[in-house]
C-alpha cells in the first residue's frame, strides 16, 4: 500500500501562486502515473493534471492549462504541482493520486492522499 502526503497548501489572492508536494513512500512510485485531483464543497472529485512515470508526458484539465504545471522527482518520490495566477475558481482540497494510467477517470487510481486546502481569494 502506498502512503500518500500532501502539503503547501494555503491561502492565496488571486493572482498569487502556491506550490503543492506530495510524498510517496511503501510502494514503487517511479513506476507510478500520478496525478491531481481536486475538489469543492457540493462538486465532484475532478481531474487538474497527471504526470507517467518517466514524467515524458502530462496531461492537464482545460480550466488549468498555462497556469498549473505538474512534475515529479522519483529520486525524491514526490510529485509537485506548481500553480500561477489562481483565481478563486481553484479554490478546493487537492488530491493526489497513484495508479497504473494516464486518465481522469477517478475510479482508475488505487491510491490517494489526504487532501490539502487551497483557497483563493478575490
Known amino acids: 500500500q502506498v502512503l500518500l502526503v500532501e502539503s503547501g497548501g494555503g491561502s492565496v489572492q488571486a493572482g498569487g501562486s502556491l506550490r503543492l508536494s506530495c510524498a510517496a513512500s511503501?510502494?514503487?512510485?517511479?513506476?507510478?502515473?500520478m496525478s491531481w485531483f481536486r475538489q469543492a464543497p457540493g462538486k465532484e472529485r475532478e481531474f487538474v493534471a497527471g504526470?507517467?512515470?518517466?514524467?515524458?508526458?502530462?496531461l492537464y484539465a482545460d480550466s488549468v492549462k498555462g497556469r498549473f504545471t505538474i512534475s515529479r522527482d522519483n529520486a525524491k518520490n514526490t510529485v509537485y504541482l506548481q500553480m500561477n495566477n489562481l483565481k478563486p475558481e481553484d479554490t478546493a482540497v487537492y488530491f493526489c493520486a497513484a495508479g497504473p494510467y494516464l486518465v481522469v477517470t477517478t475510479t482508475l487510481y488505487e491510491n490517494w492522499g489526504q487532501g490539502t486546502q487551497v483557497t483563493v481569494s478575490s
Open positions: 504526470i507517467r512515470p518517466s514524467g515524458g508526458r502530462v
Open positions: 511503501g510502494g514503487t512510485f517511479n513506476t507510478d502515473t
